[in-house]
């Protein structure tokens, strides 16, 4: 028996029975109604903006999946380069499709001199990293006039492969003026995070050791995609315009730029290094359930109602990143309070768990990463999911430019009094 729903309207006594498929009924059927009838959902909390077959998040019970594939399995096994082909294209490479992907990203790594001497150049010296990550990204767009033709897949390949290149350049770029350091210029022949790290770090030849290489391309993978998140909803409100793709994924990441998103991981650190010590930490909680102190950052998650899958695997990569770095001394501080506040019934009634900012930060911060580059960390791989929802939003027929309504509270017509008459 097929599930349907039916609304019936009070005022009129009209009545419409629309289906139910996979847990959604289309909105349509409000309008059916009734054309001046709206549904008033802040944030979107019950609103299904748009169908998608990226990535799967089951939050009540900690599953994400991109394109079908487990997060475990594709962190255990896979590479960022090979995540990135699945989320864009839907299936996994074969080995040729794989090494042509390979050669043609890191072709594409170098940046415009201009940009660097006469753009980064100008940033203030404090400026903050992602700050001017945000903005290169939307700089970078002025390169590449071809970006504007986005019914052209050819073109929209190219940018695609552009903006996956060229992320890491921007990061090491905005961290290497912030810190005084000359620029590096992307080696080639190393891998996506190899040379990503060596654009950060390097001094003499490359020296990175291969665990944190691997690590970086563990979080690269889990930073991914998380489906309708905020930065991917800007991606795709500012695409639905049919603005450039700089143009988008500079909003998505001044999206991912905010402490409740992506600058989440930032504020962990900032939190962990405040409370300064584990018997600290009973008198925080307080705090925090007491509404006077911040909320305990890197906990909580508009979906995830179980612990984030991507926790449990940073927690342990943060083990591994520790044998190369020695342990980052505020992890007993996230332990203790990870063991507080899941045996608190604050924090276990409002089903509030550590998200995927919990022990990030702790492993840059253990890799030499200061915590202004965190968020930008998270902006390289979310691209790709960003490009990857910003390729499905043109491509389905459905979608229409992005233009909500709203329910208006304010007062009713009044005449103007002129300013002599007031
Ligand atoms: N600490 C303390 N209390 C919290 C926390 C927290 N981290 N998160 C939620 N709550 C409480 C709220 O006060 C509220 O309690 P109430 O019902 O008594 O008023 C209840 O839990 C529900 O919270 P909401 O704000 O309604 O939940 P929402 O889904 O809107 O927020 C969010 C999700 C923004 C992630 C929130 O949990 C939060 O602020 N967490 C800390 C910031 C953070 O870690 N962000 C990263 C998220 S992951 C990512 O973006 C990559």
Redesign the pocket.
Known sequence: MPETITITDDRTGKQITVPITDGVFPASAVRELDPSLYIYDP?YMQTAACKSSITYLDGENGILRYRGYPIEQLASKSTYLEVAYLLLNGELPDAAQLAMWKHEVTNHTYIHENMRKRFVDGFHYDAHPMGMFVSSLAALGTFYNDAKDIDDKASRDKQILRLIAKTPTLASMAYRFSAGLPFVYPDNDLSFPGNFLNMMWKIGEYNIDPRLERAMDVLFILHAD?EQ??GTTAMRVVGSSHADPYTSAAAAASALYG????G?NE??VRMLTDIGHIDNVPAFIEE?KGGKGS????????VYKNYDPRATIIKKTAYDVFEVTGKNPLLDIALKLEETALSDPY?VD?K?YP????YSGLIYQAMGFPVSMFTVL?AIPRTVGWLAHWQELLADKDQKISRPRQWYTGVEARDYIPMTSR
């Open positions: 944030a998380h998140n905020c402490p409740l998103h992506g989440a504020a962990v925090v909320r305990l950052m890197g906990f909580g998650h508009r924090f409002r509030l998200n995927v900012d919990f998270f």
